[in-house]
Each structure stands twice: as structure tokens, then as C-alpha cells.
């Protein structure tokens, strides 16, 4: 045993000493407790590992249901607006077939029915028109195609409108090809 005071030698020992064991002491009892300790320790591993993988496999199994759900909603989304363009093509298919019995009054009250009946499909879709002549440039919603001199409008308002630009939402699908004025003209 070691003393601290400095009049006694000390010896190197220490008071948790390593107590020598015999080969009947390993093998009777200490080897037996590590078998059975290692032999629980894979168990449990096991266990973890086979929670693990059906934890995978049950958010894999939801994401892939989930992907399932998204197409599925798409799909019918799609459909339900080819359904509102047929509606429209069958319209137009039959002034075609009846276009011989109709007066020019009424074939341009079949293209304005036509017109009217596209737009609304386009309108129940989130769709809306940009809104040009008269309004500032803005590079967002519109693409100038021309600047053209103007006394009825300053200079960067849109003086006219060459093809419908549209939003869905707030974000643009196709901008508005406009000209836009340079200010009065010389």
C-alpha cells in the first residue's frame, strides 16, 4: 500500500491490484459470462437491425404511395381539362358540319360561343390574361418585341398588344408580346 506523507518508500503498489486468476477460474465462470454477454449483445443487435429495416421498408412503402397519390391527382387533372377541350372540339366539329346551312352572322356567333367557351376552361384552370395596352412594361409578364414612338402613351407603357400573354397563380405561363412606346414621336 502507498502513503502519501513522503517518510514512507513508495513501493508502486497500488490498492485496486489486479488479483491473478487461474485457468479454472477463466473458463468456470469469466469466459461463460462473456459467451452469454456477446451471445445477448448479437441478439439485440439483430433486433435493432430488423426494426431498422422495417422502419425502411415502411417509409419506402409511403413514399411510394405518396408518388402514387401526386400521379394519380395529376393524371386526373389532365383529364379533367382534355375533357373541357373536347367539350370545345365538339362544338367546333359540328359548326364545320353544319357550316353550309350557316349565314357569316351565324358562323361568327359559333366562333365567338367557341371563344368564350375555351376561356372559361382556361379561367376554371387558374388561368388569367396579362393585362397590356395601356400598362407599364414589365419584363415579368411582358416581352417587347418592338419600341415604337407614341404621343398617346409615355415612354415604357405597352401601346399594343401582338399575342395574349398568360398568368396561372402568379406565376407567368407565357408573357405578352407587346410593343412598348419610346415616348412622344419626332
Given at each position: 500500500m502507498t502513503t502519501h506523507n513522503g517518510d514512507a518508500e513508495d513501493t508502486g503498489a497500488t490498492e485496486f491490484e489486479e488479483q491473478p486468476t487461474t485457468?479454472?477460474?477463466a473458463s468456470a465462470g469469466g469466459?461463460?459470462?462473456?459467451r452469454a454477454a456477446?451471445?445477448?449483445?448479437?441478439?439485440?443487435?439483430?433486433?435493432?437491425k430488423?426494426?431498422?429495416?422495417?422502419?425502411y421498408a415502411e417509409r419506402e412503402?409511403?413514399?411510394?404511395?405518396?408518388?402514387?397519390v401526386v400521379q394519380d391527382r395529376e393524371r386526373r387533372a389532365k383529364r379533367d381539362v382534355l375533357l373541357a377541350v373536347l367539350d370545345a372540339l365538339d362544338n367546333v366539329d359540328r359548326a364545320v358540319a353544319h357550316q353550309e346551312t350557316m349565314d357569316r352572322e351565324g358562323f361568327q356567333q359559333v366562333v365567338r360561343m367557341l371563344h368564350w367557351q375555351l376561356n372559361e376552361t382556361l379561367k376554371n384552370e387558374g388561368l388569367s390574361v396579362v393585362p397590356t395596352v395601356g400598362e407599364p412594361f414589365d419584363p415579368y409578364v411582358h416581352e417587347a418585341i418592338e419600341q415604337v414612338a407614341s404621343d398617346a402613351y409615355g415612354e415604357g407603357t405597352v401601346v399594343e398588344e401582338v399575342r395574349k400573354g398568360y398568368k396561372q397563380g402568379d406565376d407567368t405561363l407565357r408573357p405578352a408580346r407587346v410593343k412598348v412606346s419610346s415616348g412622344a414621336g419626332a
Amino acid at each position: 500500500m502507498t502513503t502519501h506523507n513522503g517518510d514512507a518508500e513508495d513501493t508502486g503498489a497500488t490498492e485496486f491490484e489486479e488479483q491473478p486468476t487461474t485457468n479454472a477460474d477463466a473458463s468456470a465462470g469469466g469466459s461463460g459470462d462473456l459467451r452469454a454477454a456477446l451471445a445477448a449483445a448479437r441478439a439485440e443487435a439483430e433486433q435493432y437491425k430488423d426494426k431498422y429495416l422495417r422502419e425502411y421498408a415502411e417509409r419506402e412503402n409511403f413514399r411510394k404511395r405518396q408518388e402514387r397519390v401526386v400521379q394519380d391527382r395529376e393524371r386526373r387533372a389532365k383529364r379533367d381539362v382534355l375533357l373541357a377541350v373536347l367539350d370545345a372540339l365538339d362544338n367546333v366539329d359540328r359548326a364545320v358540319a353544319h357550316q353550309e346551312t350557316m349565314d357569316r352572322e351565324g358562323f361568327q356567333q359559333v366562333v365567338r360561343m367557341l371563344h368564350w367557351q375555351l376561356n372559361e376552361t382556361l379561367k376554371n384552370e387558374g388561368l388569367s390574361v396579362v393585362p397590356t395596352v395601356g400598362e407599364p412594361f414589365d419584363p415579368y409578364v411582358h416581352e417587347a418585341i418592338e419600341q415604337v414612338a407614341s404621343d398617346a402613351y409615355g415612354e415604357g407603357t405597352v401601346v399594343e398588344e401582338v399575342r395574349k400573354g398568360y398568368k396561372q397563380g402568379d406565376d407567368t405561363l407565357r408573357p405578352a408580346r407587346v410593343k412598348v412606346s419610346s415616348g412622344a414621336g419626332a
